[in-house]
């Protein structure tokens, strides 16, 4: 007999049922390293084909499945079941809207992202060759670059919570990842944006955002390197 | 979107909880120091009386006050901020706020300013 971990996964349909619940399955431990992807899976495929959860590269560069797992927000497809306490309560991500099950509603979540202009802006004439920097201009985005978009940050922000305008933790970072990049030229549109209630000045240093993020990431850093600007440029 | 009288951006209200909590740790520890390492024990009516009627100490009492009634309202000016969405409720607590930190800024020079050893 091969052992076996319950998994606690929420439920929720919203053509069927009025309100979610909660479905033990018992996911069986095949190999060695098994991760809670691994399990979703088994419960997909041998269990009960209902259950939506999304995935697609499984290994943590897509970002799809970001999940709040025994409380804490983290892909699963690079959590290791034998990392956590059974039994693993599995939950969407908070905060936002349940589409199905697992499945959340990430409009909201993205349309804050493109709000901080996520791409490179620039008003001078292009050189003959790339936009050239340094290899200590380039360092700076080292923490910054890297984000999946997974949305664990966000919707681990008690801001993010009770502020439904607050752009969170991933769009700020983002906005970082560009304001500090020495080719970009837009930095002042987009302290136009984020120098607001519902942008860096709502965060509370909360630092929940730095235990979520999957890639080891520190949102509440580069926030706090956007109001040192903005208190800079202002007083 | 933005809240009901809010045109400020709150960077403001950041910094400046901020520097007012830095004058309110600086006051506490002068506090500490002079209650129980400059003065010579015990600790009596008449003496702190006589250190708290000069005018020196009502001026630096009077920067504390200012100060922690800033820090104490603007907090909860953030707490409303975060948790209050409905216009109305936002005009009313926040009208309260000034209130009461008028009230507590009044009672509080008033005292100060009036403070005299008694015999």
Redesign the interface.
């Known amino acids: 007999m091969a052992e076996k971990v319950t998994f606690k996964v929420f439920r929720f349909n919203p053509e069927k049922d009025k309100k979610p619940y909660y479905q033990d399955f018992e996911v069986e431990i095949r190999k060695p390293g098994m991760m809670v992807l691994d399990g979703l899976n088994q419960i997909r495929w041998e269990m009960d084909g209902t259950l939506a959860f999304r995935r697609s590269c499984r290994e943590g560069v897509c970002g799809s499945d970001g999940l709040n797992i025994n409380g804490v927000n983290m892909l699963s497809c690079i959590t290791h079941i034998s990392d956590l306490k059974p039994p693993i309560v599995i939950q969407p991500l908070p905060s936002l809207p349940v589409v199905k099950d697992l499945v959340v509603d990430l409009t909201d979540f993205m349309n804050k992202f493109f709000l901080v202009k996520p791409y490179l802006i620039t008003y001078s004439p292009p050189p003959d060759k790339e936009r050239l920097q340094t290899p200590e201009e380039r360092k700076k985005l080292d923490g910054l670059y890297e984000c999946i978009l997974c949305a664990c940050c966000s919707t681990s922000c008690p801001s993010y919570w009770a502020d439904p305008e607050y752009l969170g933790p991933s769009a700020l970072l983002n906005s970082a990842r560009f304001i500090l990049d020495s080719r970009d030229e837009g930095a002042d549109e987009r302290f136009e944006i984020i120098n607001d209630r519902h942008g860096v000045w709502r965060c509370h240093t909360i630092l929940n955002c730095i235990e979520a993020c999957p890639k080891l990431l520190n949102p509440t850093e580069a926030i706090g390197e956007l109001k040192k600007i903005l208190i800079k440029k202002k007083f | 979107?933005?809240?009901f009288g809010?045109g400020?951006?709150?960077?403001?209200?950041?910094?400046f909880q901020r520097v007012s909590g830095i004058v309110l740790l600086v006051t506490l520890f002068l506090h500490f120091y002079v209650m129980h390492f400059a003065i010579e024990g015990p600790i009596t009516y008449e003496k702190v009386m006589v250190r708290l009627s000069s005018p020196g100490w009502k001026a630096l009492d009077i920067v504390f006050l200012i100060f922690a009634v800033y820090h104490a309202v603007n907090g909860f000016k953030?707490i409303i901020?975060?948790?209050v969405?409905s216009t109305v409720l936002r005009a009313v607590t926040i009208g309260l706020l000034w209130v009461m930190g008028i009230a507590f800024l009044t009672i509080g020079i008033m005292t100060i300013v009036n403070l005299r050893v008694q015999s």
């Open positions: 979107m933005k809240y809010s400020r951006s709150g960077a403001f209200d950041w910094f953030l901020d975060d948790y969405h």
